[in-house]
């Protein structure tokens, strides 16, 4: 079966940045600088952009790029005992996606409430209250399955499945091509009006002036390297499976340095954006910025409305901003389900619209647990372990195979052949000494962390059943794939694969 190809360098390029440009790049980088010294956090976050996500985004292209194939292909050729690991990451990819797809489904609800501010002036009891009705619930007690949070949820598989079931030239490229420009201009319009609001360069001094005592705390450059590992879809097979569809001339290192520059700077902006906004909002409200923002889902849904509530013209900007945490969401989401999608095609030598059907129908179906009273529960401890304990973890090992187990300098000689520059030794020593290490100490710090205090105040028999318990899964599923069944070669011939 021949693989398919993107249609254009600039379809490839919209779509991984699609990929790595999330809803965490408008919520949790602006809140991770904010927390680890403002504009010092800049210094380990570009360190980190360069030892570790350029090289970490140049490898996977040229893994991809050279034994073209989906996460278990690539890992499998390299070596038959490797395949594991490609399963595990599209565990991983698979898991994200359905949850991810519910915070994409309350986007989708909160475009229509920011047309006439329906969450009133108490944001915080409407999001978990009147929204989610989250009661007595617990990840193990979901409660009522909640209609008005599945039917937007149905729509994002719906768009998803559209583009991936339409395959990587017709779908993703196109959809990639409309909501990456979509989203950048809406961003743009929204930090045009923001920062001339009262209060606003209060808040974007808050962000980018520098406290140079935090460069010395070790936390401030592990929360660099991990705001590095999960903003740029390296790590889960997404990156790979993309890689796969390049022609086999393609500038390698150009995209991907285009990739991370384009994902890294659109953060940037996406800071300046939320604290234009907080900066307002704690004028109107005679508080201290400290005491307007918070992190995680929290900022989105509970903190932006309050502040959309105080903007001119709310009904204009509100929607326009949730709308483009949708158009981020969706690209993201398609990316992630590509990357599960492919790895079917490969293992199974099915067609796409069997693959795309069968992976969006299972997922649809597993994601309606998160459309229940206690989905933000199930979702925000099945989160914190899949980013924090097993993308990570699934990261360090990539590295180890491919810094130490494998020769790591013809992955740079491919890269270089086919790339308008090369890439020098320093990819090398990113690969085998500085990202693992950094990220041993991330993963380790992690795990020690977790096992001492649990996270969340959830119940012990929680974290061992959603947390270790999945995360064990996960990595037993793909040991047992690897054992019990002959080795994934991809659709491609090896000749071809080697191109």
């Not at 595990?88 to 949850?99: C, K, L, S, W």
């Not at 999960?230 to 995209?255: C, H, Q, R, W």
């Not at 067609?351 to 529960?377: D, E, H, P």
């Not at 992690?446 to 119940?459: K, M, V, W």
């Amino acid at each position: 079966m021949k693989r398919e190809q993107w249609g254009s360098r600039a379809g490839f390029i919209m779509a991984a940045v699609g990929s790595a440009i999330g809803l965490g790049n408008i919520w949790r980088f602006p809140y991770m600088a904010y927390e680890n010294g403002g504009g010092a956090f800049f210094i380990p976050y570009l360190f980190a952009m360069i030892t570790a996500g350029i090289p970490f985004m140049i490898m996977e292209f040229g893994l991809g790029h050279k034994l073209r194939g989906s996460a278990p292909v690539v890992f499998s050729k390299l070596n038959t005992k490797f395949e594991w690991l490609g399963w595990f990451q599209v565990g991983i990819a698979a898991t994200i996606a359905v949850y991810y797809v519910a915070v994409i489904g309350w986007a989708m609800s909160y475009v229509g409430f920011a047309i006439d501010q329906s969450w009133g002036t108490d944001t915080n009891a409407f999001f978990f209250g009147e929204y989610l009705k989250l009661g007595d619930n617990s990840p193990t007690s979901l409660g009522n399955w909640q209609l008005h949070i599945a039917i937007p949820m149905a729509l994002a598989w719906a768009i998803t499945f559209v583009a991936v079931f339409t395959g990587v030239k017709g779908g993703i490229e196109r959809a990639s091509k409309i909501m990456m420009p979509l989203l950048f201009i809406m961003v743009l319009l929204l930090i045009g009006r923001m920062i001339f609001l009262p209060g606003a360069v209060d808040g974007l001094n808050y962000l980018f002036t520098p406290d140079f005592s935090k460069l010395s705390d070790t936390k401030v450059w592990s929360a660099a390297y991990g705001q590095i590992f999960f903003t740029l879809s390296v790590g889960f097979a997404i990156m790979l499976a993309y890689s796969s569809y390049l022609p086999e001339k393609s500038d390698v290192s150009n995209n991907a340095f285009m990739t991370v520059l384009i994902n890294c700077g659109f953060s940037i902006m996406a800071g300046v954006l939320i604290f234009s906004i907080l900066g307002y909002m704690a004028g109107e409200q005679g508080k201290a910025i400290t005491d307007v923002v918070s992190g995680g889902v929290g900022l989105a849904f509970v903190t932006l409305p309050a502040a959309i509530n105080l903007l001119p013209a709310p009904y204009i900007l509100g929607p326009v901003f949730f709308l483009a945490l949708v158009v981020a969401g969706l690209s993201s989401h398609i990316s992630i389900i590509e990357a599960v999608t492919s790895s079917i095609i490969d293992k199974l030598n099915i067609s796409r619209k069997k693959a795309a059907s069968l992976v969006c129908g299972i997922g649809f179906a597993v994601s309606m647990a998160f459309a229940t009273n206690g989905g933000l529960l199930l979702l925000d401890l099945v989160d914190y372990f899949i980013n924090n304990v097993a993308l990570l973890a699934s990261c360090l090992i990539e590295l180890v195979i491919l810094g130490w187990l494998i020769k790591i300098s013809d992955i740079r000689a491919h890269v270089n052949r086919v790339s308008e520059f090369n890439v020098g030794i320093w990819l090398e020593v990113c690969i085998r000494f500085i990202s693992p290490l950094m990220l041993a100490w991330i993963v380790g710090s992690n795990l020690l962390n977790t096992f001492e205090n649990g996270y969340g105040g959830y119940a012990q028999n929680e974290l061992l059943l959603l947390g270790w318990g999945l995360t064990a899964a996960l990595v037993a599923v793909g040991i047992i794939i690897n054992l019990v069944s002959r080795p994934v070669r991809g659709t491609t011939n090896e000749q071809e694969g080697a191109a």
